[in-house]
């Protein structure tokens, strides 16, 4: 799997663990690396922002033992600048958070890049997008959700699609657009023309007998 994404300019797949069997992760990430995933995307929630409690630092810090793929961490958690540094210390090389849960996300993207570590910002299909642009200068990676974020397998909502426009019109080249939620063979395509890069993919591919058909199917709606 890729190390450093923000050297291509994308598409990239990256499968979200949350969907994968915890008791056999390890070979699960090696499963969906074999299977062509190009990085790894890991939902961090709290039982408070979201109504569902993943995991946190500790299962981060076997996820970087056992791969040397970049790893995109999604914090669905209600006090993201306490736990940043634990979450950066157990391996997480982007940390994103949601604009829902600060009073001034450009100040919580500086704080966090004070970790060492590349920064995103998210919104939920209810936030509105104008929200972000206070903190675009001081963020990495934007991530569009295209679902209610809390749970996997929910159904892709294309009225988020012209904020992925929106945003796309307004990054550099140097920053990263990604979406999250319902991303499938089916929906895939609309969301690389209005603008995204980086596809977030859990139960299309994680609940897939072969992996690597999965993969090569998306890869394939976007002509790769
Ligand atoms: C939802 C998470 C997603 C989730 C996506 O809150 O942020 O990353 O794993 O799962 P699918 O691809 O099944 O919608
Ligand atoms: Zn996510």
Redesign the pocket.
């Known amino acids: 799997m890729n190390s450093n994404p923000f050297q291509i300019p994308g598409p990239c797949i990256l499968p979200?663990?949350?969907?994968a069997d915890f008791g056999r992760l390890g070979e699960e990430i090696a499963d969906v690396d074999r299977a062509g995933g190009d990085f790894l995307?890991l939902?961090v929630?709290d039982g408070h922002f979201?109504p569902?409690i993943s995991f946190g630092p500790p299962v981060i810090a076997s996820i970087r033992k056992c791969t040397s793929a970049y790893l995109d961490a999604?914090l669905?958690i209600t006090d993201p600048v306490r736990y940043a540094p634990a979450m950066v210390k157990a391996g997480a090389q982007n940390v994103t958070f949601h604009v829902e849960v600060v009073d001034d996300p450009a100040a919580t993207a500086r704080e966090i890049r004070k970790l060492g570590c590349r920064v995103g910002i998210t919104l939920n299909p209810g936030t509105a997008v104008e929200k972000l642009w206070p903190a675009l200068d001081d963020v990495d990676v934007v991530l569009v959700?295209?679902?209610?974020?809390?749970?996997?397998?929910?159904k892709?909502m294309p009225e988020v699609l012209p904020k992925v426009e929106a945003v796309r019109k307004r990054l550099r080249d140097d920053q990263r657009l990604e979406i999250?939620?319902?991303?499938?063979t089916d929906t895939i395509r609309r969301a690389f023309d209005a603008g995204a890069q980086w596809f977030?993919?859990?139960?299309?591919?994680f609940?897939k007998p072969d992996r690597a058909a999965a993969i090569r199917e998306l890869r394939r709606q976007l002509g790769q």
Not at 200 to 205: D, L
């Open positions: 979200s663990v949350l969907a995307h939902d929630m979201v569902n999604h669905m959700m295209s679902v209610v974020a809390g749970f996997g397998g929910q892709f999250d939620g319902g991303i499938a977030v993919v859990g139960s299309h591919i609940e």
